[in-house]
């Protein structure tokens, strides 16, 4: 039996300029909901307006779900701002809800310049340092969402990767600056390691309100990066995407001919003929220890999650209105001391295989900046 779905979950409060950085003064659920898959794929997988927004609706009203995490560049290379207009046509629909949850926005890659990610896909996938293109890069997306006309805001704006080889603190007051513009309400921060953190905080004067990170059982780079103690120190929440190990610890994939074509995890390492396998075969390990507990295989993943500390969110993505209500009911679901135990026991045992992402994303990206 799965646990029962909630209304209501723990927040946890956003520091970083408090006064703005919340819509009507919420703080993050610990099972938010990411929008991402909805249309980073090829446009014939887009998931339908009606279903997309039941996924959503029923989030925020029956799951108690007070983060939507979006990108401005979460669509195809015809289309980088699917996801952007799919969340406004969502809330021109539904316009009471603008104050029922965060929207939560990655952005600061170069996109729509020659070279950019719309000409030449991922090996475009630049980002912005000059503080000129990123307040247009910003104002794209204010556009996209409709938030000078009466529209969602921006309640948390991410630059989606901090560049090499720049000044942390040059970089991080030039996102400060456009916050105070008035562009977004708070800075949150993505694929930062612990030192970056810390030098963001120092120079945005605690202006950070949130870290976006990998992080799962088949992901534990974070814990080694000092992200988990930086952000506990600060108490910052930590939004942890991809929860569910790219949908492995779901405990449904079995093939990789069941993933759609043009799906990213494709390309990914831990998704390749050599790793598949074996990723499967960890994944069911860690789903028969959900089954003895009466919660699925999701469910658990999530639960471990945050178990691991109490400034964690999760940010798992679904298209299916009852998974989303599965996922936040993970909220309520408490792992003992041996369960903990007999998930820990199988990841030693049985490792995860590939690396996170794909190549030219280790090698370009800066995932840990």
């Known amino acids: 039996m799965s646990a029962p779905a909630i209304k209501q979950q723990q927040q946890i409060p956003l520091p970083g300029n408090p006064a703005t950085s919340a819509a009507a003064g919420l703080g993050v659920s ?102 000129d293109k990123l307040r247009e890069s910003v104002k794209l997306i204010r556009q996209e969402l409709g938030s000078d006309a009466g529209g969602k805001d921006i309640d948390l704006w991410e630059p989606a990767r901090y560049p090499k080889n720049v000044d942390v603190g040059e970089m991080t007051r030039k996102h400060i600056a456009l916050r105070d513009e008035g562009l977004f309400r708070g800075l949150a921060l993505s694929e930062v390691g612990g030192k970056t953190i810390r030098e963001a905080w120092e120079a945005s004067k605690g202006g950070v309100a949130a870290i976006e990170i990998e992080y799962s059982a088949f992901c534990l780079e974070a814990e080694e990066q000092g992200v988990l103690a930086a952000c506990e120190e600060f108490k910052i929440p930590i939004l942890a995407y991809s929860p569910v190990g790219k949908g492995f610890l779901t405990g449904t994939i079995t ?80 792992l003992t001391q041996e369960d903990l135990k007999e998930i820990a026991d199988v990841l030693e045992k049985n490792k995860p295989k590939g690396g996170r992402a794909f190549e030219h994303a280790r090698q370009h990206m800066n995932l840990w900046a």
């Not at 997988?45 to 939507?68: K, N, Y």
Request: hydrophobic share 40%; with cysteine; glycine share 8%.
């Open 255 to 334: 093939s990789r001919s069941e993933i759609p074509e043009g799906d990213l995890r494709l390309r990914m390492d831990q998704y390749a003929e050599e790793n598949f396998q074996h990723n499967v075969d960890v994944a069911d390990k860690l789903k028969s220890i959900a089954t003895e507990k009466g919660v699925t295989a999701s469910q658990l993943a999530l639960a471990w999650i945050l178990a691991r500390s109490p400034i964690m969110t999760a940010i798992p993505g679904t298209r299916q209105p009852d998974r989303a209500i599965e996922n936040a009911a993970a909220a309520e679901v408490k």
């Open 30 to 131: 610990r099972i938010s909901l990411g929008l991402m898959g909805m249309t980073w794929t090829d446009p014939s997988q887009f998931t339908p307006d009606d279903q997309a927004f039941a996924v959503i609706r029923r989030s925020i009203h029956e799951g108690g779900v007070t983060l939507l995490d979006a990108g401005q560049f979460y669509g195809p290379q015809s289309d980088p701002h699917a996801n952007l207009k799919l969340v406004k046509r969502y809330f021109d629909k539904y316009p009471d809800d603008k104050d029922k949850v965060l929207l939560c926005v990655k952005g600061g890659f170069d996109l729509f310049s020659p070279g950019g990610y719309a000409e030449k896909g991922f090996a475009g996938m630049n980002p912005l340092t000059d503080l």
